[in-house]
Structures are given as structure tokens and as C-alpha cells.
């Protein structure tokens, strides 16, 4: 299976099963991946076939516009998302409560279908999602002129150029398109900000992640506070890439979150940085040495002037 139609937009789509096929009783996990700079990728090596072989029936999907789903040139919204996956489950003829993991804005969206969509929703798991009762479409605006400010910068254009990989540049390009011809970033300043006494009612368990280091962890507890039935678990010497730098950690605390819940979590929370975050890295800019003496006399060659000019 490689493309559904739904809500009218092709979208990209793997399901990966047990071994020997889904039952009745395997848990029906969907995967959601951060905007932008993500795809189904993250979750579909990091974590999808880790749950399959567990026993679950995973889904994973590309979000409109990014991967090798269809790229429309509007439709970014939050509700049109939430279609886009109500949509996805009715065409793959999923009738039963599913369990989802979202990361990062993936994760925001995955708490909204949870509030929208209360009965088709078994467990959420929100990995490090970007959380605010108030303006947090401003904050998602930001957080994307950001990231084109970072993929448009000409030391990264020409690092994209010259030195980094095929899979890098071609997510940098693909987010250069998404950003420049569609009306995501507009949309994404729309997205309406969550509601307490609607996060206060919500039905279905609660697993939220987030890195000890990471530029929105002072998001955590005003999150857990909230969600009547919540486990929030910080981790340490870890930032806003909880799903590349602590994969196995994440599928050890999956595996207990859907099969093994009544047990002792395999994780004791903890608090406090265990290394400083660069600043490039909290402020989503180009860090400032891509290549180092190399580069900057490769860029001094490319404009005809002396490398110590």
C-alpha cells in the first residue's frame, strides 16, 4: 500500500503488521511526524517496525505536502489536518478505537484529534508537542519563518550544494517548496490555541515525552497539569529531537504504554539539563561553523576573493 486518497488529497501511507498478519486485539497504532522538515520516514525506521514486531497494526503517513504525499497549495490548517486523518482512517476501514503517536507539531495535532475525535481514540503519546492555551498559532508561525530563514540562509544553500548529503538536501528542498508555494505558514498562524476546560475533560490516557533540553520543556507541566489522565516523562541530556536521540528509550516506553501499562514505568522521570543546548539549536538558526575553515574558503573561492579577505 503506498497512496490513499482522502479528504480529497493523495496521501503516502505504509501499515506495517505483526508478523503472520493483525488480529482482532493488535492495538492499531498511528504514527503522525512533525511538519515541514519531517516525513514518514522518522517514525517508520525509529519506531514502526519495532511495534509491528510487538504486535501492533502501525500506520504511518506522509501529512499533506510533505514526503510523497500530494503537495496542495493550501489546506495547512489544523482542521484540515484533522480531516485529512478522519478521512485516512474511514478509507483504510479502521472502526475501532486507535492508539496515536504524534512528534512535535505532529504531536499538537495528535492531542487535537484526540479532544476532536474522543471516541476513535484509545491512548495519545505526544512526543515533545509544542503546547499553548494561548497563541500558539503565532508560535507556530514563528517557529516556520524560522526554519525558512535557516533553509534559504546562503551558507546553507551553498552547504546544501556542495557538501551535504542526498537525504539532507533533499528534505531541505522539499521544506524550500512547502514553505514558499503553499499557504502553510499563513495557516499555521490560524491554529487556534487549546482550551483548558476541553483538555481538562479529555477521556482517553495520556503519555507525553519531552527533553530535559529542549526550547519548549517549560511547556511540560502546564500540559500534565491539565489532562486529567497523564504521564509525563522528562528525559535528560536530551533536546527537541527526543525521537533521533533517545529512539530505543522510546520503543521500550511504547512497548509498556500499550502492552504492559498495570507494571512499573521503565523509566524513573528526571529533572534538570544535563548539558547546555546550543543556542542555534533553541532558535531553529544555521549553526555557525557548517564546515568549518573548509567551507569558509570554499565560499571566499565561490565569490573570487582570498580566503582570509
Not at 117 to 137: C, D, K, M, Q, Y
Not at 241 to 259: K, S
Amino acid at each position: 500500500m503506498a497512496e490513499i486518497v482522502a479528504n480529497g488529497v493523495r496521501l503516502h501511507v505504509q501499515r506495517l503488521e505483526p508478523k503472520g498478519g493483525a488480529g482482532p486485539d493488535s492495538p492499531v497504532v498511528v504514527m503522525v511526524h512533525g511538519m515541514v522538515v519531517d516525513n514518514i520516514s522518522s517514525f517508520y525506521f525509529a519506531l514502526g517496525n519495532c511495534l509491528a514486531g510487538a504486535g501492533c497494526d502501525v500506520i504511518c503517513y506522509d501529512l499533506r505536502g510533505h514526503g510523497r504525499s500530494e503537495r496542495t497549495p493550501t489546506g495547512y490548517t489544523m482542521a484540515d489536518s484533522l480531516a485529512d486523518l478522519s478521512a485516512l482512517l474511514d478509507a483504510l476501514g479502521v472502526d475501532r478505537p486507535v492508539h496515536i503517536v504524534g512528534n512535535s507539531y505532529g504531536a499538537t495535532l495528535t492531542l487535537a484529534f484526540g479532544l476532536a475525535n474522543p471516541g476513535r481514540v484509545a491512548s495519545l503519546t505526544l512526543v515533545e508537542p509544542p503546547f499553548l492555551i494561548e497563541g500558539l498559532g503565532e508560535e507556530m508561525a514563528r517557529s516556520l519563518t524560522q526554519v525558512l530563514a535557516a533553509v534559504t540562509d546562503d551558507e546553507v544553500e551553498f552547504w546544501l550544494a556542495n557538501s551535504a548529503g542526498r537525504a539532507v538536501t533533499r528534505i531541505a528542498r522539499s521544506a524550500q517548496a512547502l514553505l514558499k508555494e503553499t499557504s502553510v505558514a499563513e495557516d499555521m498562524l490560524a491554529t487556534p490555541p487549546f482550551s483548558r476546560e476541553a483538555l481538562a475533560a479529555l477521556p482517553m490516557p495520556v503519555l507525553a515525552v519531552y527533553g530535559a533540553n529542549s526550547e519548549i520543556i517549560d511547556q511540560a507541566e502546564g500540559l500534565a497539569e491539565l489532562v486529567p489522565d497523564c504521564t509525563l516523562v522528562v528525559l535528560e541530556q536530551t533536546t527537541h529531537m527526543v525521537l533521533r536521540e533517545a529512539a530505543d528509550y522510546l520503543r521500550d516506553l511504547l512497548r509498556w504504554w500499550l502492552f504492559q501499562r498495570d507494571e512499573p514505568i521503565p523509566h524513573h522521570q528526571v529533572r534538570g539539563a544535563g548539558f547546555d543546548t546550543p543556542v542555534w539549536v533553541r532558535e531553529m538558526i544555521p549553526p555557525p561553523d557548517l564546515n568549518g575553515e573548509h567551507r569558509t574558503a570554499s565560499l571566499s573561492a565561490a565569490a573570487g576573493s582570498p580566503a582570509d579577505a
